[in-house]
């Protein structure tokens, strides 16, 4: 087993994260996992169903049977979007660093959803996505290097007039909440994927209690 990378300025490193989320998706349940941990169930139940009900009003609620919208669900921990998104019709596939995340996802799948063990910035799939969406991921990515390269990879991924759909805060300027959790700002992501031939659409917060975050919708145009 390699030794992992040591933590710099109190985030930590690359090996860590990756060993830190595998090791919370073992020690939580479904929600729990990839949800907010000062929320008691109930209240993630709630979390999840409005920001499904957000993706959605975005990428769009239904997709035909015989030309399904083609989804990656980028960070997709315990799979509950990827599912729900599948039941609403798409065809998700679903990747994430935790191979007990992964496992869980394959036990639970529901039809046509994949899932894979890949980061962010590896993942090389032999098709484009309709929409690649990454919800409360990015801001876990620590290392400035490793975010970057995620997010220019999965914006390499869409499809022309497809949707790039990023979760983070609307801010001025990047902040670093802790050792597992740091902000990037928005024109941070605009010098990022702009220059890839995408327009930004705006941001869409979730609104939910005192929660900031939302989703930063990019179409690519060229």
Not at 66 to 85: E, I, S, Y
Not at 149 to 160: G, K, P, T
């Amino acid at each position: 087993m390699s030794t992992p990378e040591p933590s710099q300025h109190g985030r930590l490193g690359v090996d860590e994260a990756i060993a830190f989320w595998d090791e919370r998706h073992l020690q939580h349940g479904d929600l729990l996992s990839g949800g907010d941990l000062t929320y008691d169930h109930c209240t993630n139940e709630a979390f999840y169903a409005m920001r499904l009900g957000r993706l959605l009003d975005i990428i769009g609620a239904s997709a035909s049977a015989v030309a399904p919208l083609r989804l990656l669900d980028a960070g997709c921990g315990k799979g509950w979007f990827a599912r729900a998104l599948t039941r609403c019709g798409h065809q998700v596939d679903g990747i994430d660093t935790s191979e007990t995340a992964i496992e869980e996802c394959r036990r639970s799948a529901v039809g046509s959803d994949r899932y894979m063990v890949s980061r962010l910035d590896a993942w090389a799939p032999t098709c484009f996505y309709d929409a690649v969406v990454a919800v409360d991921v990015l801001f876990h990515l620590m290392d400035d290097g490793v975010w970057r390269d995620s997010v220019v990879n999965l914006a390499a991924l869409v499809r022309l007039q497809g949707l790039l759909v990023l979760v983070d805060h609307d801010a001025e300027a990047d902040h670093l909440w802790g050792e597992y959790q740091v902000t990037r700002s928005r024109q941070g992501y605009l010098d990022v994927v702009q220059p890839l031939g995408f327009r930004y659409l705006g941001f869409h917060p979730y609104r939910f209690r005192d929660n900031a975050a939302g989703f930063h919708v990019f179409r690519r145009i060229a």
